[in-house]
């Protein structure tokens, strides 16, 4: 069995697994050197996640859309401070999935800016069998306002929803793969036992 605890998504702690955008970190971070649009009214940020794709893909990327639900034992309130809780929950994680050739990006809808709003779990590649390298295993607290970027290849279990709200909307941006004879080719599952990896994280 594989335990992990879970800790708060930052750009530098998500970087061997794709990129994030977080518009809080990033504004806090800036200089004086900072450029604005809009005639001043805005702040623009250049390049903050990347969008990868490899053949054959449509020449443009599609938007789709999730609605996801969060399971009973995740519908409460969750501490970003993990050493502030009072109830320690444990989550499985019985699916890990990949998309080789595209990377996608999930951006929350209609949750506050600091409520801890979903969890991701994320592990890289096993340079020998492809399969998931569960001793790179992470798991990540998101913030409503941050956006995940899953890079093409990453490991990753499917969106894991926190909170006492009914749902949480994703819109989702990937390239769409062509062969629809064999989508799994862009779409790979390693399934596990309920009690192989579990999640530890702290709610209130």
């Not at 970190?25 to 809009?38: F, G, R």
């Not at 999730?66 to 501490?79: G, I, T």
């Amino acid at each position: 069995m594989v335990s992990i605890k879970a800790e708060p998504l930052t750009i530098p702690t998500f970087a061997n697994y794709g990129s994030i955008i977080s518009p809080d970190e990033s504004i806090s971070n800036l200089d004086d050197s900072m450029k604005t649009a809009n005639q001043g009214t805005a702040i623009k940020l250049l390049g903050v996640s990347e969008i990868e794709k490899k053949y054959p893909f449509t020449d443009t990327p599609k938007w789709n859309l999730f609605r996801c639900f969060p399971q009973p034992h995740l519908k409460r309130s969750f501490c970003e401070d993990q050493t502030k809780g009072s109830t320690l929950i444990e989550h499985s994680i019985k699916v890990l999935e990949k998309h080789p050739s595209s990377s996608q990006t999930f951006l929350p809808m209609g949750r506050p800016s600091n409520e801890l709003s979903y969890l991701i779990v994320v592990a890289l590649e096993d340079s020998k069998s492809g399969k998931p390298d569960v001793s790179t295993l992470k798991a990540f607290t998101c913030k409503g306002n941050q956006a995940v970027t899953y890079g093409a290849g990453i490991w990753h279990a499917p969106m894991i929803i926190l909170g006492q709200q009914e749902h949480l909307d994703f819109g989702v941006i990937i390239y769409e793969f062509l062969d629809k004879q064999a989508p799994e080719k862009d779409c790979q599952e390693c399934h596990y036992d309920e009690s192989a990896i579990k999640v530890q994280l702290v709610s209130t």
